[in-house]
């Protein structure tokens, strides 16, 4: 079965770019994708032939989060599919942060909800300037849940608290001070950019990068099984919710929801 949402290109360098290739949704994240991704980490971290993984965004905007229509049919599914489908966004994101490969994010246009849980598990990312990014899931009901690990890991606690919560948008250079991104470069030299961050892994030893890379997690936050089935039955109870339930519906009927306080 081929992809649909994603497209792989590989230079003769063995430079793998991983597109998000949604750009209509503007690469928000159905069960489709979560698939595709989870398969193309496993299958590009394998590769002898592949050196570096660029993780990028046809269209307009990196990633728009989780596809609304596909949270929305959580809210009618059962207990087991809820679980089972909020395992696949858990999977991906963990799929891609051991991938033995370096991990480059090239950011532009939006970067919301797991989209910045995509830039998380990344080894660096740049992004154009004008991007924005938001931890968008509370103004649904919702918790960044599955992805907070990544989230917290690669801010830190005291960084990531200033946008974990709050739902509020921010531009590329405080996600440069949160330390979600290396940087943040014009747009027309955003592909110099990455290209600059790709190079070095050009002339290292690329067993010695994926143990580097393994060693490294094992002494950074703990991101195990346990941590992850708990990050799963955070966000399935939140998608039981009855906040979940009115923000969901209040999106998709274009209304406030009902503890939207005056004006926004």
Known sequence: MSDETIRIETDPRGVATLWLARPEKHNAMSARMLEELT???????ADPGVRVVVLAGEGASFCAGGD????RAQMAADGATRGREARKLAEMLQALNTCPK???GRVHGNAFGGGV???SVCDVAIAAEGARFGLTETKLGLIPATIGPYVAARMGEARARRVFMSARLFGATEAVALDLLARAVPEA????????EVAPY????PGAVGEAKALLRRLGPRID???IDETIAALVARWESEEAAEG?????DKRKANWVAGEE
Do not use: H
Not at 202 to 205: F, G, I, N
């Open 39 to 45: 398969a193309a980490a496993g299958r590009l971290g």
């Open 68 to 71: 609304l229509g596909w949270m």
């Open 102 to 104: 370096p991990v480059i």
């Open 117 to 119: 849980g995509l830039i």
């Open 189 to 196: 030299a955003l592909d110099a950019a990455v290209e600059a």
């Open 202 to 205: 050009l002339s290292v030893a």
């Open 225 to 227: 099984a346990q941590l």
């Open 248 to 252: 969901i519906a209040a999106f998709f």
